[in-house]
């Protein structure tokens, strides 16, 4: 069973950074192979939301509301993405999840149990 690990949360000021990292173990297998690695974030009172994946051939997708902002990485020897965040507004605090969702049904999908990031002066 694949289990992912996040770390890195905290508070922040406004205009600062972080940098996040979800470390993925379990798997027999490359997770990269079979995962598309992603984060996600949840606001108070709001729904998840996906901020930034990586695709099956390793490219990375983000979504409108961090481009130019947030920044998707990985350590393929370590099974680690991480999530580099700048210019950190206080709309971005969030309970922030790792994701590995199967490119097959055969496997399971994952979540991390999340890091809180709290923007705040």
């Known amino acids: 069973q694949v289990r992912l690990v996040e770390s890195g949360g905290g508070l922040v000021q406004p205009?600062?950074?972080l940098r996040l990292s979800c470390a993925a173990s379990g798997s027999s297998r490359s997770i990269w192979s079979i995962y598309s690695m992603g984060w996600y974030r949840q606001a108070p009172g709001k729904?998840?939301?996906?901020?930034?994946s990586?695709?099956?051939?390793?490219?990375?997708?983000?979504e409108d509301i961090v481009k130019g902002r947030f920044f998707i990485s990985r350590d393929n020897a370590k099974n680690t993405i991480y999530l580099q965040m700048n210019s950190l507004k206080?709309?971005?605090t969030a309970v922030y999840y790792c994701n590995a969702d199967p490119f097959s049904p055969a496997y399971p999908e994952v979540w991390g149990q999340g890091t809180l990031v709290t923007v705040s002066a």
């Not at 729904?47 to 930034?52: G, T």
């Open 47 to 52: 729904e998840r939301e996906l901020l930034a």
């Open 54 to 62: 990586f695709t099956s051939d390793g490219s990375v997708d983000y």
């Open 15 to 17: 205009g600062g950074s």
């Open 90 to 92: 206080p709309e971005d």
